[in-house]
């Protein structure tokens, strides 16, 4: 496709080469792509700036993303940002530069972002783009890693902490220089407004903006401003520019903790000594639990984990930031000659504030709680705050714990007598990961998917599991150590429990195996070593029987690959055959050593649908009614094929694969076997 664009944020260096956000202005062969943002993938690394109208010819493709349930979608987030696709380049031609009044705050930041550069180390230059400029595009991974595992993410966003800091300082410079009040109100709305353009409104930014200027217009005009009309104001707007922030992390938690301080700081604060510094500390930490109270749920439902560390270190390191916002405000209206005098004690300042967000510990992984649990945690806490003053509404806050108990016994109960039989391929990308359920709840997680450029089981495979209650696997099946079957599971032997681990004999030793070896020793976790012939009960009603591979492991091509563990799932009328990733050698080994005793209810196709497995011959001996395929969107290795998608075909057997579908859910019982697939929910 050609189209005509506008530069809307300017290119960013990836190690793919450069990205840009660009607002498609005209597209004669995708008419529905006008006035879209796309993001712009240049591999010659071209560098646009903001405002520049440019002609593309490339490729349109959609966003993708791991599509699970309870796990982070990078497409939703993305539209979010108003972002609904990408365009890998092959051919741009700048035309010309828009000057209009809306690219002049954009242009401001890129200034600001050069100045920052020019005059700091990069990590420095990074930070300071972050909390004044709110860009945290060029953040180090390890950074952004480090707050979100520490629970600070929120400390990097521009929120109340931030826009006050601001108003002190415009309030400040205003009182010295300009006598009438009005006229320092107004000013401080306007450089307010000016600098919501600047970092693009963020959700939070905006929430703390709007609601400081409809109190800034309440004092001009002499009334008294309510909370709740104001953050309902704030919020209103924010969903009616965006619906998307509705489910944006940054606009939940920025709401919610308002709302806490505002309710809960006045009935925690304490007067405890009569030292300033120790009441001041007092004082810093109760804030931030009042703060951390109404979102913790949030944050275990989101994230699934909760660092103990979080109150201490965020209390520690939120002075840094309110410093690290003079600073940067200092930076940008001093010469640089003034500047370069200070820039060791800036450097090292920003050394120590890193150094500190780096520190975690005490991180504890937690279930997702069920939405009664949370209904009832919030309506506990709206009646410790007393916020219910009349009678009705106190009868009503209790009312709505006992039905929370009441139907949190139900769900306990119905769990309990429930008997299906579950099956859940997940969506690892290009990999396999399927977690079953056995209908005396016994968890089996067969492979865990994996990528060399990203950590599928802290980010994919342990939240899915603790969205789905599981903090405990009783039977962990490594069909084989290559990474997009194993990397994931490693995560997950580390993170939680794990009873015992089936592997099989290894005719090479590779890095994974050995990274698995150092991890079991550590973990003690039970290692069951098994071979053709051999079957574990996993309970009354269900059973593995291995069929592959012998104990000679005597397929000496691809052995890796062709000595994956091949495993038939049994219970009662249905069976599931896990084929790992074998190649058509090892299919006709088995297809010789059983023929018609393979047949399954369920085939997990081998090596996510190559051309170098699922002959017709095996096919023909399975016999399955229906074939799940783990595979990666739009990958580079052609996965599947069409000859393997044809042999299924043929066959009537019904497929269903993760790059389509996403997540897929099987859930068996005696009446009924019922399919749902991620996009169904």
Not at 346 to 355: L, T
Request: charged fraction near 25%.
């Amino acid at each position: 496709m050609t189209a005509v664009a506008t530069v809307r944020k300017s290119s960013v260096q990836k190690e793919f080469g450069t990205e840009t956000i660009i607002e498609i202005k005209e597209c004669k062969k995708n008419k529905q792509l006008k006035q879209t943002r796309l993001k712009l993938v240049d591999k010659r690394k071209n560098i646009f700036e903001i405002g520049d109208i440019i002609e593309i010819t490339g490729e349109y493709e959609k966003i993708n993303s791991y599509k699970n349930h309870g796990v982070f979608n990078y497409e939703k987030y993305l539209k979010k940002e108003k972002i609904y696709g990408k365009i890998q380049a092959t051919k741009i031609e700048k035309m010309k530069s828009e000057k209009k009044i809306i690219t002049i705050p954009k242009k401001f930041q890129e200034k600001a972002k050069n100045k920052f550069k020019k005059i700091f180390s990069e990590k420095t230059a990074n930070y300071f783009n972050a909390i004044i400029l709110g860009d945290k595009t060029e953040l180090d991974k390890e950074i952004k890693n480090n707050f979100q595992t520490g629970g600070l993410s929120h400390l990097l966003a521009i929120s109340g902490m931030h826009i006050n800091t601001i108003i002190i300082i415009i309030t400040y410079i205003t009182s010295k220089t300009i006598k009438n009040i009005k006229t320092r109100k107004i000013l401080l709305i306007i450089i307010l407004i000016i600098y919501g353009l600047i970092i693009e409104f963020t959700p939070s930014a905006t929430r703390a903006i709007v609601m400081s200027i409809i109190h800034i217009i309440a004092t001009l005009l002499f009334k008294k401003d309510n909370f709740l009309i104001n953050i309902s104001i704030a919020s209103l707007m924010l969903l009616m520019i965006n619906p998307y922030y509705l489910i944006d992390t940054g606009y939940i938690l920025s709401f919610t903790a308002t709302i806490s301080i505002i309710y809960i700081y006045p009935k925690l604060n304490k007067k405890i000594s009569n030292i300033k510094l120790i009441q001041k500390i007092i004082d810093s930490i109760e804030f931030s639990i009042s703060a951390n109270i109404l979102i913790i749920p949030i944050i275990i439902y989101m994230f699934k984990k909760v660092p103990l560390s979080m109150i201490i270190i965020g209390t520690i390191i939120s002075p840094f930031i309110f410093i690290i916002e003079i600073l940067g405000i200092m930076v940008l209206i001093t010469p640089e000659i003034i500047l370069k005098s200070v820039k060791e004690i800036i450097e090292k300042f920003i050394s120590i504030f890193d150094f500190i967000s780096s520190i975690h510990f005490f991180i504890i992984y937690f279930k997702v709680p069920t939405t009664s649990q949370i209904i009832m945690y919030y309506a506990i806490v709206i009646n410790y705050i007393n916020i219910a003053k009349r009678k009705i509404q106190k009868k009503i806050i209790k009312l709505v714990i006992i039905l929370s108990i009441a139907i949190q016994l139900i769900q306990i109960i119905t769990l309990y007598i429930s008997n299906d039989f579950i099956i859940n391929l997940i969506d690892v990308g290009q990999g396999d990961s399927t977690l079953i359920i056995t209908s005396e709840k016994r968890k089996i997680l067969i492979d865990g998917g994996g990528n060399e450029n990203y950590d599928v089981g802290e980010n994919v495979l342990i939240p899915y599991l603790l969205n789905k209650r599981i903090k405990k696997i009783d039977y962990l099946i490594i069909s084989h150590f290559d990474t997009d079957h194993i990397g994931g599971t490693l995560k997950v032997i580390e993170k939680l429990q794990v009873k015992k681990i089936i592997i099989s004999m290894q005719k090479e030793k590779t890095n994974n195996f050995e990274e698995f070896l150092k991890l079991i020793n550590k973990r003690k976790n039970e290692v069951i070593i098994v071979k053709a012939g051999d079957s574990i009960q996993v309970d009354k009603s269900t059973r593995i029987d291995i069929l592959w591979p012998t104990e000679k492991l005597e397929i000496t091509e691809n052995s890796i690959n062709n000595n994956s563990i091949v495993a038939k799932v049994i219970t009662k009328d249905t069976s599931i055959l896990f084929t790992g990733d074998i190649e058509k050698v090892a299919e006709k080994a088995l297809v010789e050593k059983y023929g018609h005793n393979l047949q399954a209810s369920i085939l997990k196709v081998a090596h996510h649908g190559s051309k170098t497995s699922t002959m017709p011959e095996f096919l023909d001996n399975v016999n399955p009614q229906m074939a799940l395929i783990g595979v990666g969107y739009n990958n580079n290795f052609g996965h599947p094929s069409i000859t393997t998608i044809q042999n299924l075909k043929k066959r009537n057997i019904e497929i269903f694969r993760t790059d389509k579908c996403g997540e897929i859910n099987i859930r068996i019982n005696k009446k009924r076997k019922k399919v749902k697939k991620y996009e169904a929910w």
